[in-house]
């Protein structure tokens, strides 16, 4: 099986010929990677049509910071920060992926021109999710979670951080199943950074066959983490450098993830990482025909900003 042939397709999304790249606007004033540039609703939409400008294939959306000791919004506050965006970025015909985990917010963001719900608990924080998300016929991402990133929960205790993960993500999927989202609609994401340390998602990357072998398209999200920061950390004091000084490792990892076979990478700064994850589809394509002339179509992209009639590129 090549690397495309087990990347899989969601039902539901356009279908790209190489890992996706998925652009992110969080509409919150405390994000743990931008510190609230776009939380006005106008430059939300501004920011998320210039990241499909840059390449990104879908955008999402998200009101309220996940970043470890956050304090949750309230439900109006996230309706109010989130579905102006959505509405505002399909109608210019962006494809949008809701961050949430409410199930009214993902209810409304649908009905407002969201094709895909991203859940960071896997339905867990909100028992009518999964019905929503079913009754919609919505894709939906599973993400490895143990609960929010207070106290304990912010470091996590693993023996086997690869098997476990793993494991509860496969109860986490048949959970989903049980609940009536179609498998051919389900994404699987490790949940680095959530309740992991640097080591723990280091490890999960090196072994992204083993979630592969869930059978469900596979979403990366590393774009900024923590885990970056420790790895570039220089200087006497080992200080990790900031979030928005770690995109050229976040377009190292994309770049490994989509040669993994990753379905999408989820980014903050598109352009590096949609140029990454067109080199390893080019890599990809050289492999398969055995001869540098065959990497031509592959590596031949559309201008950015050109969008097919499937949806955004």
Sequence with gaps: MSKQSGRGRVTGLPEWDRCAVMGVVNVTPDSFSDGGRWFDTTAAVKHGLALVAEGADL?????????????????????????????????????????TM??????????AGAALVNDVSGGLADPAMVPVVADAGAPFVVMHWRGFLEGGN????????????????????????AGGIAADRIVVDPGLGFSKDAEHDLTLLAHLDRLLALGHPLLVAASRKRFLGRVLA????????????RDAATAAV???AAHAGAWAVRVHE??????????ARAVEGARATGHAPGAHNAIHAPDRGARSPEGAR
């Design 254 to 256: 994309s770049a490994l």
């Design 102 to 111: 409410r199930a009214t917010v993902a209810e409304q963001a649908l009905a």
């Design 234 to 245: 220089g200087g006497p004091d080992h200080t990790p450098p900031p979030a928005r000084e």
């Design 154 to 177: 912010v470091k996590g205790d693993y023996a086997d951080v690869v098997t476990e993960v793993a494991d509860e993500l496969h109860a986490r999927v048949e959970a989903v199943l």
């Design 270 to 279: 598109v352009r590096a990482t949609a140029d990454a994850v067109r080199v």
């Design 59 to 99: 955008v999402d959306v998200g009101g309220e910071s996940t970043r470890p000791g956050a304090t949750r919004v309230d439900e109006a506050e996230e309706l109010k920060r989130v579905i102006p965006v959505v509405r505002g970025l399909a109608s210019e015909g962006v494809t949008i992926s809701v961050d």
